[in-house]
């Protein structure tokens, strides 16, 4: 069983910067894809980003170039930096984690979620 906890959330004005953290726990990280996925009020829950094996990314077009994910494999986390933040970054941003997925962009590929971290971008 792992468990996944997110932290780092905030207020910030748009243009400002926030780095997420998940703190893993029950399985060494560098066996699993993690992801982060978000979910704005009235919407359905997004991909963001993933990560696996520490050296292969991917990243939903709205946030390339603004978002960097990385491992600390020491720390078992994983980290989100978002930068240039836009107020439709706003939402509730989960961490997620699996043994293996055929579709890394796909909520329903993961067996394991965080509760969330609010994120709220002001104009």
């Known amino acids: 069983q792992v468990q996944l906890v997110e932290s780092g959330g905030g207020l910030v004005k748009a243009g400002g910067s926030l780095r997420l953290s998940c703190a893993a726990s029950g399985r060494a990280i560098s066996t699993l894809v993690m992801a982060w996925f978000r979910q704005a009020p009235g919407k359905e829950r997004e991909f963001v980003a993933a990560?696996?094996?520490?050296?292969?990314?991917l990243y939903a077009d709205s946030v390339k170039g603004r978002a960097t994910v990385s491992r600390d494999n020491a720390k078992n986390t994983v980290l989100l930096q978002m930068n240039s933040l836009k107020p439709e970054d706003t939402g509730v941003y989960y961490c997620?984690?699996?043994?293996?997925?055929?579709?890394?962009?796909?909520?329903?590929?993961?067996?394991?979620w965080g509760q969330g971290t609010q994120v709220t971008v002001s104009s």
């Open positions: 990560n696996w094996w520490g050296v292969n990314t």
């Open positions: 997620a984690a699996v043994s293996s997925a055929r579709n890394a962009r796909s909520s329903n590929g993961y067996d394991y």
